[in-house]
């Protein structure tokens, strides 16, 4: 088969998270440069320095998957199974369509949900063995919430759950495409979801890794700004509906953008030298540029995995300038808007640079204030000479073509994956 | 995307033995790897016994990274991997970093690392917990530490398809490989004995007394192990090239999702995978001439399992021999359809199949040629494995001979 006779297009989307549960309204608050960064309000964050995330707050599954038995799904796979029904309706399979025609689903996620596996596991501790819930046992496999969601849709096609940290929404994606490209699959749900829990939230914490957790600093989220100290945990489902081009075409599927190509590897010293970090998500970056047949300087925006990590940012930005040189394209990142939304972050990235092909403007770097010394050095985040922080900040009109979606993940995974207009720049 | 990928290394972890020659010697001799539980106490359950490995020493495997700061499945992993590559006679040796991968699959990542975490939240000494809880417990580390052990800069991914996450793998990695995004995948599936995993198929009812015995009638359930298995997979005319020994060519794959039940099978998703594997390998299903079954010994699985099989082979299932090891080593979650991936390459390349053990009486309602109690010796031309989760996910692998290549 060749892959190029099988072009993958973006059909539909659904989202759930802490800025909202609708593309377009989430992607007109990034442009806004609204944070939903607030007190954690789930769990008692009490004697921690850190106590924020951006949580989806007031989550009402039954608005969004009627009124079916919700008991066995819990909260990540009512998240998923939420962003899974609001994707099928975007992009126009209907149940009865969804019966004539297989559809599967790539799910990314982090964790699945930690949070059941050990609660699970403590009330086992607590109240002996033999009072263990056999239901939540099924929930305990971390494939859990993409069983769950095909149970709930009637999804019999591909089912596979991709785990690469933070880059998993981004690798479930790439797993997506190349499912249809090679002709095992049509349609494909492809995204990634994960949930805000203690468990995350204390364990992170714990690591150093969370904005302010280490150093009694004020905790500074905010990607590439030279005062940041980590990220802030966030949550939520992102999916995007993948269809083969030519079968989309056919049943009159709105075409949001086109799936042009990606690239995935592995920093084999796990972010603990730049060097090595950087090399990684060059070769990524090329890798995606190469499946897409696109140049460099055809990519017209980039949108960022860049969570206010120390190291990973700069090796995102180190990266981006050893492919791109200055001028970088414009960067987007999310990421202190939404926070970290771990399995979910790269359906996100990548859904705000869909929104953006259309909406014509692309979202600042909120609260940038003083971009990092160091990654100035590299090439700044925009490298362009009369790029200041507060213009990295702002959300500026941008007509954008191509763009690319970077991921540097907190163990060495690194991805890529470059997504168009439809139908455009057959390079 | 024609590419032919075949197996070259094959690296095992198990309760029987560990690398591929006293795996395999011990499989065909038919030893059972079932004992007494000893990670936890078990005095609280009605089952106590369990397939791990025991006096298992990572340390002449873990070279570049530190054993002791890695969780045990990693530490299993890595074993197979080292394992399976010396098997592969130098294969990554003139290759690029960034030209060789890892797909691995799991069940559960590294459970004990959140068992450690529960045991200090509910004895409220939370700052017992280990700064590197969130470094060492999500499951996406397994690949990552085997890459990191072994330099590889390729595609690095964790498949976790809880049981079938094995051949998730494994198929991942042929596509990826056929894609020619690497030229060397390590691709397989590792799960430690987890307190977790135990705790919940007790509570299932799932866990046999004693023995797991599959597709007998008397069967009483499965019976929880751990282990690791990483085949070497490379391009045919690589292998041929560097005049590689070569095991068996992993020909196709099929996948499907039930989305019936979270922990019951269907017999319509299992039959999908399989049928599209063979359409994929463009092998007949008379072609088969060996079924490593998902065979985990409950009532429910073996009878589901066998109504699968008789919808793809006719008549012919009752003939067709379908051995299930984990007679032998017990489930081993994610690593099971790993390890079973390496029986069939070596099923194919030895012209032996291993046997069902603890097999008494037949069950007219799993009426398959379960290879009973003795190894056989006879030509695989084409082995099946099939492979059944949690979550309704279904994998088929087709495995066939390479004749001209090295054996």
């Not at chain 1, 369509?97 to 996620?109: D, I, P």
């Not at chain 1, 059941?116 to 496999?141: C, E, Q, W």
């Not at chain 2, 495997?61 to 394992?83: F, K, P, T």
């Not at chain 2, 009878?303 to 012919?316: H, K, V």
């Amino acid at each position: 088969m060749n892959a190029a006779e099988r072009r993958v297009v973006v059909t539909g989307a659904g989202v759930i998270c802490a800025l909202g549960d609708a593309p377009s309204a989430v992607y007109r608050r990034l442009c806004a440069g609204e944070g939903a960064i607030a007190p954690v309000e789930a769990f008692a964050v009490d004697g921690l320095r850190c106590r924020e995330a951006a949580a989806v707050a007031g989550f009402e599954p039954r608005r969004y998957l009627g009124q079916g038995n919700l008991r066995p799904l819990d909260r990540t796979a009512q998240l998923v199974a939420a962003a899974a029904q609001l994707a099928l309706d975007a992009s126009g399979w209907t149940r009865e369509r969804r019966h004539e025609h297989e559809l599967g689903l790539a799910l990314g996620t982090m964790f699945g949900s930690v949070h059941t596996i050990s609660a699970f596991d403590r009330r086992a501790l607590t109240a002996g063995p033999i009072y263990a819930k056999p239901m939540d046992f099924a929930n305990t496999v971390i494939n859990a919430a993409a069983g769950q969601t095909a149970i709930w849709h009637g999804l019999t096609g591909v089912n596979s759950t991709l785990s690469g940290g933070t880059t998993s929404g981004l690798l479930a994606l790439a797993y997506a495409a190349d499912l249809i490209r090679s002709g095992r699959a049509s349609a494909l749900l492809a995204g990634g979801g994960d949930e805000l829990c203690f468990e995350s939230f204390y364990g992170f914490y714990r690591t150093g890794r969370m904005a302010g957790s280490r150093n009694g600093a004020a905790p500074c989220a905010v990607p590439f700004d030279a005062r940041r100290n980590g990220f802030v945990l966030g949550e939520g489902a992102a999916l995007l509906m993948l269809e083969e081009e030519r079968a989309a075409r056919r049943r009159g599927a709105p075409i949001l953008a086109e799936i042009r190509g990606h690239g995935s590897g592995y920093d084999p010293s796990r972010g603990r030298d730049g060097e090595s970090g950087r090399d990684a998500l060059v070769r990524a970056v090329d890798a995606a540029l190469a499946d897409a047949g696109l140049a460099p300087h055809a990519i017209d925006a980039v949108s960022a995995s860049a969570n206010g990590s120390v190291a990973g940012d700069r090796c995102e930005a180190a990266g981006l300038a050893a492919v791109f040189g200055r001028p970088l394209p414009p960067v987007a990142a999310v990421k202190s808007m939404l926070g970290e939304c771990l399995g979910a972050s790269g359906a996100l990235q990548t859904l705000t640079l869909i929104e953006a092909l259309d909406g014509g403007v692309l979202p600042g770097i909120r609260g940038l204030e003083h971009a990092d010394a160091a990654l100035a050095s590299n090439g700044t985040p925009d490298g362009t000479p009369d790029a200041t922080p507060g213009d990295l900040a702002r959300s500026r009109p941008l007509a954008i073509d191509a763009g690319l979606v970077s991921a540097v993940g907190l163990d060495g995974n690194v991805g890529a994956l470059v997504v168009s207009r439809a139908g455009e720049g057959d390079g | 995307m024609d590419a032919r990928v075949v197996v070259t290394g094959i690296g095992v972890v198990t309760p029987i033995g560990s690398g591929r020659q006293a795996f395999w010697r011990h499989l065909l001799a038919g030893r059972c790897g079932v004992a007494p539980v000893e990670s936890f106490d078990t005095s609280g359950y009605k089952v106590h016994v369990g397939c791990e490995v025991k006096d298992f020493d990572p340390a002449p495997y873990v070279e570049r990274l530190e054993a002791e700061r890695l969780g045990r499945a990693s530490q299993l992993a890595i074993a197979a991997a080292r394992l399976a590559l010396a098997d592969a006679e130098r294969a990554a040796e003139d290759l690029e970093p960034a030209r060789c991968g890892v797909a691995m699959g799991t069940t559960s990542g590294e459970p004990r690392e959140v068992e450690r975490f529960d045991d200090c939240y509910v004895a409220e000494r939370l700052e017992q917990v280990d700064d590197r809880f969130m470094s060492l417990y999500p499951c996406h580390v397994i690949a990552g530490h085997v890459a990191a052990e072994l330099g590889f800069a390729g595609p690095n991914l964790v498949i976790p398809a809880a049981c079938a996450a094995g051949n998730y793998a494994i198929a991942n990695a042929l596509d990826v490989l056929r894609a020619g995004r690497a030229e060397l995948m390590l691709a397989g599936g590792a799960d430690c004995f987890s307190r977790i995993t135990y705790t919940g198929f007790a509570r299932l009812g799932a866990i046999a007394p004693e023995r797991c015995q599959p597709f007998d009638k008397n069967r009483r359930g499965m019976i929880p192990g751990e282990g690791a298995a990483v085949l070497v997979l490379e391009p045919l005319a690589r292998a041929l090239a560097r005049g590689a020994p070569v095991y068996a060519e992993v020909r196709g794959y099929g996948l499907s999702c039930d989305a019936h039940h979270m922990t019951a099978a269907h017999p319509d998703g299992a039959a999908r995978a399989m049928a599209r594997a063979l359409e994929e390998s463009g092998a007949g299903a008379d072609e088969v001439a060996y079924v490593s079954a998902h065979g985990t010994g409950t009532p429910t699985n073996d009878r589901l399992e066998t109504r699968a099989l008789e919808r793809i082979f006719g008549d012919r299932a009752r003939r067709l021999p379908t051995s299930s090891i984990k007679s032998m080593i017990g489930h081993t979650m994610g690593a099971a359809s790993a390890i079973e991936g390496a029986v069939c390459a070596l099923a194919v390349h030895d012209d032996h199949v291993p046997p069902t053990i603890h097999f008494e009486r037949p069950d007219p309602e799993c009426e398959v040629d379960c290879v009973p109690n003795e190894a056989r010796a006879m030509k695989v031309p084409v082995a099946m494995n099939n492979a059944y989760a949690f979550g309704g996910n279904n994998a088929s692998v087709i495995f066939r001979k390479v004749p001209e290549a090295r054996p």
